[in-house]
């Protein structure tokens, strides 16, 4: 089905309206694709759910787990753009494919050039707020990450794939990283909270000095730490490879003045547990070598995260010390 012809089914099964403008396709889903749709009666986002995610076994359950979680944020008054129901539910399904509606909302995500304190200030007090909604002292645990690279690489060789020149001499960084990884996750402070799992600066969109939260479908309970300490990151400059120390302190910072949370942990277990890294770019290896993807469009997007994840890496693996030992001076 084309996708003008689903769009006209959406819309007549769900009683949107007569359309306007559109579907245009909105820049910026790594995994799911969102479309821009206006109707006589409103105007929409309808996100589009990556048929190959849902054909893994745990997909639905995921998914149906986070639904409820957006009912407490929604319950909690966290600032977000949350999924409309019909008929009761959430995830709506024409056709095989998976969807979900939300309404427009005018604002934008920020590059990282206009990241400022302010930015990270509310964001800090904003997740810690989310982990405040149920946060829960008991023995963590976590399963090993277990990714044979060597296979990857070997298999990007065999299909010529571009891919291939980023990848093939990184075996050691890739199998070390994974390693410190499985080895810290005993170290981790004992706290689950609900945590949004994917707040970094592509998912608030900003209107003016206010803001909204999307892409909710990650909702789960996981180590309040680990999440603090990515989205630290990300908020400060990470992605580029260039951290902002100064904006690192303010996330920092808010985030604590808004929690109960001891900050005077093994850090360092922190830093090597954070390696989650290594499981998108195992995600887009197989977009890459259209193992888990059957469209090119696919296969481009999973080739530059690629690229850009194994800089990541490469950076993160620089910058220890550096991080380390800012949270120190922190704390």
């Known amino acids: 089905m084309d996708i003008n012809s689903l769009f006209n089914k959406i819309v007549n099964n769900l009683d949107l309206g007569n359309i306007t403008e559109g579907p245009i396709q909105v820049t910026g889903g790594l995994t799911h694709r969102m479309f821009k749709i206006f109707t006589d009666k409103g105007r929409y986002i309808i996100k589009l759910l990556n048929p190959n995610i849902m054909k893994r076994p745990t997909a639905m359950d995921n998914f149906n787990k986070a639904d409820k979680y957006e009912e407490l944020l929604k319950q909690n008054n966290i600032k977000a753009v949350y999924s ?5 539910k959430k995830m709506q399904e024409i056709d095989g494919q998976y ?47 277990n990714i044979d690279f060597k296979y990857y690489i070997n298999l990007a060789k065999e299909k010529e794939s571009s891919i291939y020149e980023l990848i093939y001499d990184k075996l050691d ?12 996750i005993i170290n981790l402070p004992n706290f689950y909270s609900l945590c949004h799992n994917d707040m970094d600066p592509k998912n608030v969109m900003w209107l003016d000095n206010d803001y909204k939260l999307i892409d909710l479908e990650c909702l789960g309970y996981y180590n309040p730490y680990l999440e603090l300490y990515e989205l630290a990151l990300c908020w400060s400059g990470y992605e580029k490879c260039n951290i902002n120390f100064d904006l690192f302190k303010v996330f920092f910072e808010s985030y604590f003045d808004n929690s109960s949370l001891d900050k005077n942990i093994d850090w360092e277990s922190i830093y090597n547990a954070n390696n989650g890294r290594l499981e998108w770019l195992e995600f887009n290896i197989r977009r890459s070598l259209m193992i888990d993807c059957n469209t090119k469009e696919e296969q481009k997007i999973g080739i530059n995260e690629v690229k850009e994840t194994i800089e990541h890496i490469i950076y993160y693996d620089k910058a220890k010390d550096e991080i380390l030992k800012n949270i120190s001076d922190l704390i």
């Open 173 to 184: 960084i890739l199998n070390d990283s994974l390693k410190k990884g499985n080895n810290s």
């Open 84 to 88: 409309i129901e019909f008929n009761n």
């Open 99 to 145: 969807f979900y509606v939300y309404e427009w909302y005018d604002g934008k995500s920020l590059k990282d050039e206009e990241i400022t304190e302010y930015h990270c200030r509310q964001m800090g007090k904003t997740l810690a707020e989310i982990h405040n909604i149920d946060l829960v002292k008991s023995d963590y645990s976590e399963n090993e990450k």
